[in-house]
């Protein structure tokens, strides 16, 4: 009978071998590399209805945070300031600037400025600005420089893993109460001593149950 | 001459000593080539393509179920607040059930060097893949969220979470996707040298080159029996365990429970034993038509088929015996629950499943104590469906009864199925007979080669009389000619 397959089919199982190896540390890396929030949602950088600067207004005019973001410290989500808040000033300064067309737009007519939204949590995941600001988890400890952002990005994964990470060891990342919206903030030599006898007199207990969050 | 030989020898022409030939007729090492391959290579025949039709359309039936099932959510089935766990587990737990007699049948009674084993033990582990394929849609489609349905697998993730190794249900995973894959490389391996007769055999080039490749070069050389026969050992001890351990810890999934009626000590034999019965039951009920539709009378012999009804007598007896202890044990603990979870199986709104449950599985098996019924083939057809009954309903009673009614009165309520629910068992037989279906026609059904190994003639010491290679001095051998002539006709 003669021979079915060539003499070179004798390289078939070390090719599929090595093919298969490779193929599967192929994947496991190209999996591990874009298959995450790293990659598939940090740097996530919307266009605005207006082309507000963040670094214009927190950095170099040096608002507060909480100027706009008005309720912050006392409700769970951290809103998104009405148009009457840009016009407190915006009235007088530049009342014919052509970026803010949308702005004054707005004010006319009563219609909201559409903002779109950055920074998603899955509607299974309950998140608290107000418990975070006021045990003293600084804006930038999520939202990252956004003094120095034009256009506002995601700089966090926000993936649960990140969470827990603090969660975990709060004392590496809080900061004292008067210092939450400082950009830029750099803790002193001693802030774990610190921290840590924080963390025990105002009894700081991130909890790391499931339905602390998903609820 | 011994003389207490003399005093137990038989009086009468039959020699209990010495069993019937395994493979009757007396064939010839080809003639069971022949017999066997055949099947494969001849014309797709008509009955083929109704039975594949009927099992495929029924496949549909599944895939229309479980889309649906995805689009809407299990909603869609009869599940309600006590009854978390309704059809979808009890049907996984009947396949995964099924799926144990193909691996005790190759692996444990391989070990045990039962030969008659190889007439049944090709069909036997393709069905246990089959089963096991059924078996695993069923978790897969109750999670819900299918499209987690990786978080069950531990891997480092951006939510640093592991799954609950603390869980049986994650147990599970791991040991029915073991036993999945040890028993399809075992299947593989066992098919290596039919494939090599098949290929050998083809006369078309693309079936030589498929057949070539599924083979992996086989040429039958001693070495590669020898380490063919090493492998085939190793697996079968590496399976052996498995067949023990993947339904003990499908049983915890409801032991490790405090649910009355599934926390008992008694669940990781009693469900072996289950298992055993009912896949069993399985091969009985597939064999028998088998070895009719493809005149396979002479490899599967009725001393075959005996020999299994025996185990099913011997499996269902313990299961009975399981029952029965799990009643004692509810009346001697003094729990209240957990006698109030017996007494209302027996006689609370469930006592019809119970019932027939208990009928199918402990009492009609009795009948095998008969030895005249025992050998009747269409007697066992029929118990051996009667046994997949009783089992099915087995799961539905350990289920849906124990949950329906637990601690709080107040919660108590009533679990009926819906039509997706019953659609979607039927479409899981669809799945099974449609792989069976596949498996009939492309792969050689018998291990030529096992059977082969255990006819007389392969014994060594078969030509030993005369010693110059000729037939002499055997009844086999003598009547071999007129044999092969009967078997030609069968083909």
Known sequence: MPQIFPRRANYLPAISLIASLGGGVFALVFLWYYFVPSYTDVGYMPDQPVDYSHRLHAGQLGLDCRYCHTNVESTAHSNIPATQTCMNCHAQIKTESLPLVGVRESWATGNSIEWVRVHKLPDYAHFSHSIHINNGVGCETCHGRVDQMEQVRQEKTLSMRWCLDCHRAPEQHLRPISEITTMGYEQPIDFLERNLSRVREENIRPPTNCSACHY | MNTANTDIAPTSDVDYHVDDPLVQGNPTFHEITELVSYHTEKKTPLAWWGAFGIASGLLMVLLVMVAYLFWNGIGVWGLNNPVGWGFAIVNFVFWVGIGHAGTLISAILFLFRQKWRTAINRSAEAMTLFAVMCALIFPTIHVGRIWAIYWTLPYPNQMAMWPQFKSPLLWDVFAVSVYFMVSIMFWYVGLIPDLATLRDRATRKLRQKVLGVMAMGWTGANRHWRNYEKAYLLLAALATPLVLSVHSVVSFDFAVSIVPGWHTTIFPPY?????????????????????????????????????????????????????????????????????YAFSNRAFGPYAWAYWIMMSCNLLFPQFFWFKRLRRSVPFMFVISILVNVGMWFERFVIVVISLHRDYLPSAWDYYSPTFVDILTLLGSFGLFFTMFLLFLRFFPMVAVAEVKAILPQSDPHFYDHSGDGQLVDHDLAVSGGEASGERAEIN
């Open chain 2, 271 to 339: 469900f072996v034993a289950g298992a055993i019965f009912s896949g069993f039951a399985m091969v009985m009920t597939l064999m028998i038509v088998a070895r009719k539709v493809f005149g396979l009378q002479n490899i599967i012999t009725v001393n075959h088929l005996e020999k299994m009804n025996l185990i099913i007598l011997l499996t269902g007896s313990m299961v009975g015996f399981a029952y029965i202890t799990e009643f004692f044990i509810a009346w001697y603990s003094g729990v209240l629950y957990e006698q």
